[in-house]
């Protein structure tokens, strides 16, 4: 127990420490304490995306997936190496836009395409609604942590509560940092959470230390681990595509994944950044699901594989494995946590109370983002304390996913296509996100019925029609037309911004941006 709860100490202590060295003597503008000024390289966004991208929850539930359905968890490596493919694409316009136009947030952007602040709001309430959820399943993983790490002599209660002061302590420097707290430690708790888990990964499958799994054991899993859902069982053909299709969409609408385009230092920084995330993500992700496939041969593990990870963690290596296990899944719910609710404080303060009728100065709009971080830490901390046995809560989770991908619509068509307008953006939105929210609700799996498609998917086709067809009767005018050729021919051209220096593609080093970016131009 003392062992555990030392190394949770030491990770926390360092993170502070990194905090601390890291902090701006001058009090930071909003562009800054928003989007870090837009200054970092390719290795700080492609770590900060991964961070945002895969929670404490890759070692529970997604590692038990493996441990006991075999090779359907390989269907996250799909969705997510495809949807950072997408971040590669979008990079230019994008950041340009950004750049060109001092954009700090997903809705940020869908508000200057569709020239409507009604677009932007509902982009936002759609993102941090759909956020929330996720940042109390975080909190609770936190809770979880603490009962493995006090050998479950803690109780429950207790374990949430120390999980609770803990991340509500890191959120301190979030609330006065803003992004560049997250992009500081990102690099830190990127590396215990998912390079050090690789290593092991790999380590355990080489068959060091003599252990029960390796590559070897693959050869001798059960025959009903290597079927994926659709494959002979009760699902229909759709469910794996309405999975994958889901996950590919909705990974740039999530709004933690989107922002960390702009703290770019340019387009260059975003592209090498998104072949760095695949690197990053593929590596960590194809161990771990390997891992938990051959562990399908141990009987303990197979009993219960959401705590899979721990018990080959402790089999293997005793006390001292099982709280390096404990630390990476600490490090990758803070770090997920942490992005989550800075970018849901930046939405509010930005997209919701700011506007042009009631424009808020840069200490304001930094007032108002504090503030909200922490109200948004409460509510979701109370959730999290009422609702720590109530499994239903799982079902938000999946309701908050199948309504992200509404954002997809008008973002994906507003970036590539010049055609559509607010009022097909406003109602496109909202007619998705309610039907996914009820079929949803009413079908949390999938609906047999449309050969196992899920709710999300058919909101995403109510989404396009609504959207092309209340865009075709309501028309754009001439000028919306010249407005929208003016942003597009700005996205061909160069933007010249405080902070790109040029870093060669397969550069590694972890060099700290100075605190005031230096002037130059952007080569994008």
């Given at each position: 127990?003392?062992?555990m709860l030392g190394m949770l100490a030491v990770f926390y202590a360092v993170v502070i420490y990194i905090l601390y060295r890291t902090q701006q003597k001058q009090k930071p503008t909003f562009d800054e304490y928003s989007v870090g000024g837009r200054s970092y390289g390719p290795w700080y966004v492609a770590m900060c995306y991964v961070n945002s991208?895969?929670?404490?929850?890759?070692?529970?539930?997604?590692?038990?997936m493996a441990a006991g359905a075999g090779v359907f968890g390989f269907y996250g490596l799909a969705y997510s190496s495809l949807g950072v493919a997408m971040m590669y694409f979008m990079a230019t316009r994008a950041w340009r836009w950004g750049a060109r136009y001092d954009l700090r947030s997903q809705p940020d952007l869908m508000g200057l395409r569709?020239?409507?602040?009604?677009?932007?709001?509902?982009?936002?309430?759609?993102?941090?609604?759909?956020?929330?959820?996720?940042?109390?399943?975080?909190?609770?993983?936190?809770?979880?942590?603490?009962?493995?790490?006090?050998?479950?002599?803690?109780?429950?209660?207790?374990?949430?509560?120390?999980?609770?002061?803990?991340?509500?302590?890191?959120?301190?420097?979030?609330?006065?940092?803003?992004?560049?707290?997250?992009?500081?430690?990102?690099?830190?708790?990127?590396?215990?959470?998912?390079?050090?888990?690789?290593?092991?990964?790999?380590?355990?499958?080489?068959?060091?230390?003599?252990?029960?799994?390796?590559?070897?054991?693959?050869?001798?899993?059960?025959?009903?681990?290597?079927?994926?859902?659709?494959?002979?069982?009760?699902?229909?053909?759709?469910?794996?595509?309405?999975?994958?299709?889901?996950?590919?969409?909705?990974?740039?609408?999530?709004?933690?994944?989107?922002?960390?385009?702009?703290?770019?230092?340019?387009?260059?920084?975003?592209?090498?950044?998104?072949?760095?995330?695949?690197?990053?993500?593929?590596?960590?992700?194809?161990?771990?699901?390997?891992?938990?496939?051959?562990?399908?041969?141990?009987?303990?593990?197979?009993?219960?594989?959401?705590?899979?990870?721990?018990?080959?963690?402790?089999?293997?290596?005793?006390?001292?494995?099982?709280?390096?296990?404990?630390?990476?899944?600490?490090?990758?719910?803070?770090?997920?946590?942490?992005?989550?609710?800075?970018?849901?404080?930046?939405?509010?303060?930005?997209?919701?109370?700011?506007?042009?009728?009631?424009?808020?100065?840069?200490?304001?709009?930094?007032?108002?983002?504090?503030?909200?971080?922490?109200?948004?830490?409460?509510?979701?901390?109370?959730?999290?304390?009422?609702?720590?046995?109530?499994?239903?809560?799982?079902?938000?989770?999946?309701?908050?996913?199948?309504?992200?991908?509404?954002?997809?619509?008008?973002?994906?068509?507003?970036?590539?296509?010049?055609?559509?307008?607010?009022?097909?953006?406003?109602?496109?939105?909202?007619?998705?996100?309610?039907?996914?929210?009820?079929?949803?609700?009413?079908?949390?799996?999938?609906?047999?019925?449309?050969?196992?498609?899920?709710?999300?998917?058919?909101?995403?086709?109510?989404?396009?029609?609504?959207?092309?067809?209340?865009?075709?009767?309501?028309?754009?005018?001439?000028?919306?037309?010249?407005?929208?050729?003016?942003?597009?021919?700005?996205?061909?051209r160069p933007v010249a911004v405080g902070a790109e220096t040029p870093e060669p593609a397969l550069s590694v080093a972890f060099e700290v941006p100075s605190a005031t970016p230096a002037t130059g131009t952007a080569h994008a």
């Amino acid at each position: 127990m003392a062992i555990m709860l030392g190394m949770l100490a030491v990770f926390y202590a360092v993170v502070i420490y990194i905090l601390y060295r890291t902090q701006q003597k001058q009090k930071p503008t909003f562009d800054e304490y928003s989007v870090g000024g837009r200054s970092y390289g390719p290795w700080y966004v492609a770590m900060c995306y991964v961070n945002s991208w895969w929670p404490g929850s890759v070692f529970i539930a997604f590692f038990g997936m493996a441990a006991g359905a075999g090779v359907f968890g390989f269907y996250g490596l799909a969705y997510s190496s495809l949807g950072v493919a997408m971040m590669y694409f979008m990079a230019t316009r994008a950041w340009r836009w950004g750049a060109r136009y001092d954009l700090r947030s997903q809705p940020d952007l869908m508000g200057l395409r569709f020239d409507s602040r009604a677009v932007k709001v509902v982009a936002s309430v759609i993102g941090i609604v759909s956020v929330f959820p996720w940042v109390v399943l975080g909190m609770q993983a936190l809770g979880e942590v603490f009962e493995i790490a006090s050998e479950g002599r803690w109780s429950i209660t207790a374990c949430l509560l120390i999980g609770l002061a803990v991340i509500v302590i890191r959120q301190y420097w979030t609330v006065k940092m803003g992004m560049r707290g997250l992009i500081m430690t990102d690099m830190f708790q990127g590396v215990v959470a998912y390079v050090f888990a690789a290593i092991v990964c790999l380590l355990l499958l080489l068959g060091v230390g003599d252990g029960p799994l390796s590559f070897s054991a693959l050869s001798n899993v059960p025959a009903e681990v290597l079927r994926v859902p659709g494959d002979g069982d009760g699902y229909g053909p759709f469910y794996l595509f309405s999975l994958i299709f889901t996950g590919v969409v909705g990974s740039l609408c999530w709004p933690m994944s989107f922002q960390r385009i702009y703290t770019a230092s340019g387009v260059r920084a975003v592209k090498a950044g998104t072949i760095r995330t695949v690197l990053i993500s593929g590596v960590f992700y194809t161990l771990l699901m390997l891992l938990g496939v051959a562990a399908t041969t141990m009987p303990e593990v197979y009993s219960d594989p959401q705590a899979g990870w721990f018990t080959i963690m402790e089999s293997y290596g005793g006390t001292w494995l099982l709280g390096l296990g404990v630390t990476m899944v600490f490090a990758a719910s803070m770090g997920h946590i942490d992005g989550s609710v800075q970018v849901c404080g930046l939405q509010i303060a930005n997209d919701l109370i700011n506007s042009e009728k009631r424009p808020l100065t840069d200490n304001q709009l930094t007032y108002v983002a504090k503030t909200s971080m922490v109200v948004f830490m409460g509510l979701a901390a109370v959730v999290a304390y009422l609702t720590f046995d109530m499994t239903r809560l799982q079902l938000l989770a999946q309701i908050s996913y199948q309504g992200i991908v509404q954002i997809a619509i008008p973002l994906f068509l507003g970036i590539f296509w010049r055609g559509g307008n607010k009022y097909g953006a406003v109602a496109g939105m909202v007619s998705g996100f309610v039907v996914a929210l009820v079929l949803t609700v009413v079908y949390p799996d999938d609906i047999a019925g449309l050969g196992s498609l899920t709710g999300g998917v058919v909101g995403m086709v109510v989404n396009l029609l609504v959207y092309l067809v209340v865009s075709a009767f309501a028309g754009t005018s001439e000028a919306e037309k010249r407005r929208v050729d003016e942003m597009f021919a700005v996205a061909t051209r160069p933007v010249a911004v405080g902070a790109e220096t040029p870093e060669p593609a397969l550069s590694v080093a972890f060099e700290v941006p100075s605190a005031t970016p230096a002037t130059g131009t952007a080569h994008a």
